[in-house]
């Protein structure tokens, strides 16, 4: 399986080594190791044997990583390897064995390096519990988003602060120790969850004294590398008390001579079974990887260069550039345009992919409104009429650097992903995936359309785009269809 797998584990190690956050991974497998190593008299008990149904498991593993290389997901493809592994074992060993193995197995998970969606929700929390705790200690202070300003200064939560380091390690540490201590089951699971909680609740709690510190000392402490050293150095305070209570109530467990199999089979049989069952698995996952490579030769390519739609409904294309260039990753299929009407002017943005990949695709936080980005704020989302379709936008505020001034402005932006529009970005992958099977297309596009916003007329921006997009988003699709040869 690593031989078949290679470049899926090559990935991961690729992480491990330049990104501290994963730096743990280096150490899963041999901790896995350690943990069987460490149960080897209770493992003496059990006789293995072969399970053919977990096949079912491999399988439906080898469609996920199918899926997941096919649309560059990363994070998936690595989690279905790990799981295809972890259930070759299982059938392997068979159901008795692996339910007791569990732990040590389902822990090679903590391999993968994933977290990053966890990012955004977090930082909101800590965003959240800091303001809270601020107004309660009596402190005042006005929020916007990530960012909030007291009178001593201002603040925002950045990606750093968000906690999800210190979660990832208490996860790992509290898995490890709960198996080692603990042989009841609620009470493993109940330790787990305990270090899953704690770290959210003390990294608001870290970002709050953090905050405090800073106030009460004029902005002179806590507001540079201190403030880093500050927050590991109360992680590790708070995992300490966490593990030292859960000391309290450590368990120990006297391994058995000997566990029963659940039916007698002659050790011919057993040799037989694992064979079949081994061979099985190999070519089921040669047979994924050799199709999941046909497959992603599959590709679309421009017939001719991507322009600027036509005006209609009124909207006129104009001759001025846009006040700005939008950010995104590499490609140099771009539209970059200024439309106007009675209603006003709206800018709009096509970034297309023709050909799909890692690091060239249209679902992709490195894909924004703008490289002079001053601040992002999300509205939510809307369902919009586009004239012939109804399509969700992400509504978002966006303060955007203009040479010396910063300008304020509403933004909605969606995907097209294989001739489909959508703002799902799982939805947008798991149809780049099929769309390569049927029809036959691998195109995305990343789509923005903003307009100047005044607070005190924010509804008739909103009826800007709206008109916009009712009028514009055929020719918009059209557009990206024509370059690619595609007609209907």
């Not at 044997?49 to 977990?54: H, N, R, Y």
């Not at 704690?198 to 106030?215: D, F, K, L, S």
């Not at 921006?461 to 007609?487: E, Y």
Request: with cysteine; proline share 5%.
């Amino acid at each position: 399986m690593l031989a078949l797998f290679w470049s899926t584990a090559q990935g991961m190690a690729y992480v491990w080594y330049n990104f501290e956050t994963y730096t743990h991974g280096f150490l899963i497998l041999p901790i896995s190791l350690w943990l069987l190593w460490q149960k080897r008299r209770h493992l003496a008990a059990f006789s293995p044997q072969p399970t053919p149904v977990f096949l079912v498991l491999v399988f439906a593993g080898l469609a996920v990583w199918s899926l997941a290389r096919l649309t560059g997901v990363q994070v998936v493809e690595q989690l279905a390897f790990v799981g295809i592994v972890v259930t070759s074992l299982a059938s392997l060993l068979g159901w008795q064995v692996s339910k007791f193995l569990a732990f040590p197995l389902l822990f090679l998970f903590f391999a993968v390096p994933m977290g990053e969606d966890l990012v955004p929700p977090m930082m909101e929390f800590t965003a959240t519990f800091t303001v809270e705790a601020l107004r309660l200690t009596g402190i005042p202070v006005y929020r916007d988003g990530l960012w909030f300003s007291l009178p001593s200064g201002n603040w925002s939560v950045v990606e750093a602060c968000s906690g999800v380091r210190y979660l990832i390690a208490s996860a790992t540490l509290g898995v490890m120790y709960a198996y080692i201590t603990y042989h009841t089951l609620w009470k493993r699971l109940l330790f787990i969850v305990l270090s899953i909680v704690v770290p959210v609740i003390a990294n608001g709690v870290r970002a709050y004294m953090i905050v405090m510190i800073g106030h009460l000392s004029s902005m002179e402490y806590a507001t540079g590398v201190d403030h880093l050293i500050y927050g590991w150095v109360f992680f590790g305070v708070v995992m300490f008390v966490l593990f030292w209570i859960g000391s309290i109530w450590q368990e120990h467990d006297t391994p058995p001579e000997v566990v029963l199999p659940p039916r007698e089979m002659s050790d011919e049989r057993v040799g037989r079974h694992v064979w079949i069952t081994a061979l099985i698995a190999i070519l089921a996952a040669a047979g994924t990887v050799w199709g999941t490579h046909k497959a992603g030769g599959i590709d679309s390519q421009l017939v001719q260069s991507l322009t600027p739609p036509p005006g209609t409904g009124g909207w006129v294309l104009q001759q001025d550039p846009v006040a700005w260039s939008s950010a995104h990753q590499p490609t140099p299929h771009v539209i970059e345009a200024r439309y106007a009407n009675g209603l006003g002017q709206v800018q709009l943005y096509v970034v297309l992919f023709p050909q799909q990949r890692q690091g060239a695709e249209a679902i992709n936080q490195d894909n924004r409104i703008s490289t002079e980005l001053v601040r992002q704020t999300g509205l939510g989302s809307d369902v919009v009429d586009m004239g012939d379709r109804q399509v969700t936008v992400n509504r978002n505020r966006a303060i955007v650097k203009q040479g010396a001034m910063a300008t304020e402005h509403l933004v909605w932006q969606w995907y097209r992903v294989a001739g489909r529009s959508l703002t799902n970005r799982y939805e947008g992958k798991a149809w780049e995936a099929l769309a390569r099977l049927y029809p036959g297309r691998a195109d995305g596009a990343w789509i923005a359309i903003t307009t100047p916003l005044d607070e005190r007329a924010e509804d008739e921006a909103a009826k800007r785009l709206a008109a916009f997009a009712h009028s514009m988003a055929p020719q918009i699709d059209r557009a990206i269809d024509t370059s690619l040869g595609i007609t209907e």
